[in-house]
């Protein structure tokens, strides 16, 4: 999608007419045959196209045969300033600050065919959608150098009197927002309400009454305790000492035993970081709940900002925000010290040629499991750093004609199953405000059920076949029949799809080493780098790192 265009087309309606509207017409969508089995043998999916999408898996395995890519011959050779490794958010961000200090002789390289990382995205003739990162909350007033980027990108439209931002009405999240299928019933709001007892409900109030105070806590080094970016959060040790300790040992220390209360931040943990309560530190875990404190002058605390191709409308707008050059589809596969810089070979993996690139100063925007390749050479010590363990995900988008609906509130832009394997579905073009029973939603699973790297290699060997089966037969749980609806379904597999804040990683000498300069030439900035995988944090590395180049040049 070209995010030049204007961002309120004339097809869209006013916000307030569309909840003038809301339930008329769209409960189309809404209707369908439910008599047809969920069973999985009667269900033909004969009729629904698609297949397996992805990132270029071959580029990245290249890396792990260096010694193959060393053999072939140097076919081009070019000198820059600045050159930075990765268009994922980071390197895009760091480009972009570049490019507003005035530092022009800048050069890109992205392994893949878009940059963009994470914050991937495709499109079809209903919509464009998501394979990966798809909302920003409403960002803290502090962050001023992500209000600022919000501005430029005309996220931000203006400010009150209160100097509270004014967010464009189109990239707020519609109403209605949430749901959750809990007992045969959709909920409004993901908290489990529906059939609980009073005593989970008194626990579920406790753990946000809890929050609450993390909230508004400050350390003795005047700092919040939570905050975004992590790294502006208190050093003061009685909230770091959570790092150490998993959020399960945490939730059974304070006695928070409800099920429910349990499921709810268990999903949150692998929503937002692939993890489990487990496997996930307890600063972390609070942290997830305790940094947001955005303020709007025409959104709630609590809102969130959202595009049908997800954080891709981002990240197209940080490339959009630069001009220097950007070449795709070349891997670095070495990065060496020279006599006038930086020495750096990188390898076209559509035709296996080689250019040698002179650079005064490098940012390696790359996720560690990928720098530590590139530096085998230069930092081999680098490879020893094992705290950095990763979640891998699987991503479907499917295309329907129709969503057979069962009791409680109707389709959302967010919807939960409760105590399944996904963490759920959006409905892609919820912000499309036409009626129309055509619809994209996108399935998200954390593969947390076996440990990462045997996670990582059944996800590999899993068919599309299998994939669609394990999505619709949950799917159909909610929605019985709909897989007559749907006409196309395609498949992303995420090995690593996002840094595991793992029980003391967060404040460890691990991230803190991997974000060091080396020979104050070579940089790196990617969310890694923060423990967490959010825009706002990966947005931030890439800043961090651009500094310490522009202190350089």
């Known amino acids: 999608m070209d995010n030049n265009t204007d961002p309120n087309p004339e097809w869209l309606s006013s916000r307030r007419d569309f909840l003038i509207q809301t339930g008329v017409g769209v409960a189309a969508l809404l209707t369908g045959n439910t008599g ?73 390289l992205e392994m ?28 803290d007033l502090r962050d001023e150098e992500l209000i600022q980027f919000l501005q430029e990108s005309k996220v931000i439209t203006g400010f009150d009197t209160q100097k509270r931002p004014v ?94 209360l349990r499921w709810y931040l ?48 981002l990240a197209d707008q940080l490339r959009h925000q630069s001009d220097s050059l950007i070449r795709q589809n070349f891997l670095a596969y070495e990065v060496q010290q020279s006599d006038s810089g930086v020495l750096v070979k990188a390898c076209d993996v559509l035709t296996n040629q080689v250019v040698q690139i002179q650079a005064q100063q490098v940012i390696v925007a790359t996720p560690q499991f990928i720098t530590r390749h590139i530096l085998q050479t230069m930092a081999p010590e680098r490879s020893q750093l094992a705290g950095f363990q990763y979640a891998p995900w699987m991503v479907a988008n499917l295309t329907i004609s129709g969503l057979p609906q069962g009791r ?18 959006i409905s892609a073009n919820h912000q499309d405000l ?29 068919t599309y076949e299998q994939w669609l089966t394990q999505i619709l037969d949950e799917l159909e749980l909610a929605h019985p029949g709909l897989t007559s609806f749907v006409s196309q379904a395609d498949v992303w597999v995420w090995g690593h799809g996002m840094i595991a804040p793992t029980p003391g990683f967060i404040w460890g ?37 651009a500094q310490e180049v522009t202190k350089m040049v």
């Open 36 to 108: 047809l089995s969920s069973c999985t043998s009667k269900r033909s999916t004969a009729h629904i196209q698609g297949g397996m999408a992805g990132a270029n898996h071959q580029a990245g395995h290249k890396l792990r045969a260096i010694s193959e890519l060393a053999k072939l011959p140097v076919t081009e050779r070019l000198t820059t300033d600045v050159l930075i490794i990765g268009g994922g958010v980071s390197g895009l961000s760091a480009r972009r600050w570049l490019h507003r200090q005035g530092v022009q002789n800048v050069l890109l």
């Open 434 to 462: 036409r009626d129309s029973s055509q619809k994209v939603i996108t399935v998200y699973k954390p593969l947390t059920d076996e440990a990462p790297d045997v996670a990582r290699r059944t996800a590999y060997s899993t």
């Open 167 to 260: 967010y464009n009405d189109y990239f707020l999240c519609h109403d209605p927002e949430e749901r959750l299928f809990i007992n045969g019933v959709w909920q409004e709001g993901l908290v489990p309400e529906t059939g609980i007892s009073e005593a989970d409900r008194q626990q579920i109030s406790r753990f946000f009454q809890q929050i609450e105070v993390y909230k508004q806590a400050k350390g003795s080094d005047g700092r919040d305790a939570f905050a975004i970016p992590l790294d502006r959060s208190s050093v003061d040790s009685q909230f770091r000492k959570l790092d150490t300790t998993s959020f399960a040992h945490y939730l059974d220390q304070e006695g928070f035993t409800s099920p429910y």
């Open 408 to 425: 409680g509130i109707g389709l959302c832009w967010d919807n939960v199953l409760y105590n399944m394997p996904s963490v759920g579905y």
């Open 266 to 313: 268990n999903y949150g943990c692998r929503d937002d970081y692939g993890a489990t309560l487990e496997t996930t530190s307890a600063w972390a875990g609070i942290h997830y709940f305790a940094s947001r404190k955005g303020q709007a002058a025409n959104a709630g605390p609590s809102s969130v900002l959202t595009w049908p191709q997800g954080n891709g409308f």
């Open 509 to 545: 000498a691990d991230r803190q080493q991997a974000s060091q300069s080396i020979a104050g030439r070579v940089h790196f900035a990617h969310s890694d780098l923060s423990g967490i995988s959010i825009f706002e944090e990966a947005f931030y590395q890439g800043i961090r790192a």
């Open 112 to 139: 893949d065919k878009q940059t963009g990382g994470n914050a991937a995205y495709g499109q079809n003739s209903v919509s464009a959608y998501p394979f990966g990162a798809h909302y920003l909350p409403i960002p």
